[in-house]
């Protein structure tokens, strides 16, 4: 691993600075020509003709490779930089010698997918929050408070674009509810405050520190990000499925708003029963579907994970613990076992 590399992504990790306009505009710019030009073999082209909203390695490979499913990152630059440095179980991977992930990403033995939600502190940020709102009231949009919560949003971002352009057919981001850096309404996404007006606060920080362009330029980034990605052990998206989707309605999900929203904003116990399990048959390539899983954050969990839908969904975001899936590419995922803590 170029020690260049992992030292940029340490900087980053440490959320203690804004990324430079030209860099952050640059590295944008690089990350969509990436995800635009994905390789249809594992991104099927939507009918528009471009990569579409799946991440399907369904297919046959010739060596199932493990995945790691990451939960909502929400500013937690030093949670993604933890998960790199993580010496894996030597059961793990496929020759049982141990690794660290960034090691096992770089000698292509592992897939990553992150399931979204990047920027947004949310309640581990809530007094810098309030905080920060206090200042947009008084009509400074990049005061303090707001710039230390851009600081660590920005240096998250700009981390899993560096690490997508590195690995592009390994590691992989999905799209969340969070993804909407314009703040807009429609196709799926809504505007979004919780403890402030996090979203509108974020939009107008980006135009007084960055302008339009890098404002443009990410939003792009964000469309571009697929809505599920499919494997013969699971399946992965942001939020529990709101009901069954089929692969096609996945594929040219992008600019379907109930498809965007039914992966990526479905409440705790909202979601049709029986979806999960339909998805898994249709999805996974395998005649003992039921022995994959599916596997998604949103809705934060008390513990280490929640089961719904019979057991066959797990969701698995703590906000407080900085816990990964660990799906081995040869048994059933087992979350009493395969859910790590990587501090």
Not at 210 to 224: A, M, P, Q, T
Not at 300 to 312: D, F, I, M, S, T
Request: charged share 25%; aromatic share 10%; net charge negative.
């Amino acid at each position: 691993m170029d020690s260049l590399f992992l030292e940029k992504l340490h900087t980053l990790s440490l959320g203690s600075s804004l990324p430079e306009y030209s860099y952050l505009m640059e590295l944008s710019d690089n990350v969509c020509s990436v995800l635009e030009t994905e390789n249809p073999a594992y991104r099927p082209l939507s009918k528009s003709k471009v990569p579409g909203g799946l991440i399907d390695f369904t297919g046959g490979e010739p060596q199932k490779l493990p995945v790691i499913v990451v939960p909502d990152l929400h500013a937690r630059a030093f949670f993604l930089y933890n998960i790199l440095s993580f010496t894996l179980p030597a059961d793990f991977l496929a020759d049982g010698k141990q690794r660290t992930i960034i090691q096992a990403l770089e000698q292509k033995k592992l897939r990553v997918v992150c399931a979204g939600d990047l920027l947004h502190s949310e309640l581990r940020g809530r007094e810098r929050w309030i905080e920060a709102w206090n200042e947009f009231l008084r009509g400074n949009t990049s005061g303090p408070a707001m710039t230390q919560e851009m600081m660590e949003g920005l240096s998250l971002l700009c981390m899993t674009m560096e690490l997508k352009c590195a690995f592009p057919e390994f590691f992989h981001v999905l799209k969340g509810n969070h993804e909407n850096i314009l703040n807009k309404t429609g196709n799926g996404d809504f505007s979004f405050c919780k403890f402030a007006n996090e979203g509108e606060m974020v939009k107008l920080f980006m135009e007084e520190k960055y302008g339009d362009e890098v404002l443009y330029v990410i939003s792009c980034f964000e469309k571009s990000l697929p809505l599920a990605a499919a494997f013969p052990e699971c399946i992965i998206s942001h939020a529990e499925p709101l009901r069954a989707f089929s692969r096609q309605e996945i594929i040219d999900g992008l600019k379907n708003g109930e498809t965007v929203k039914g992966l990526t904003w479905t409440e705790n116990n909202k979601a049709k029963a029986g979806g999960v399990e339909a998805m898994l048959c249709t999805l996974t390539g395998r005649k003992d579907f039921l022995n994959a899983r599916y596997i998604a954050g949103h809705r934060p969990v008390k513990e280490n994970y929640a089961l719904r839908q019979n057991g066959y969904f797990v969701q698995i975001h703590n906000p407080d613990r900085q816990n990964i899936a660990l799906v081995h590419a040869d048994r059933v995922f087992n979350p009493e076992k395969d859910i790590v803590c990587v501090e």
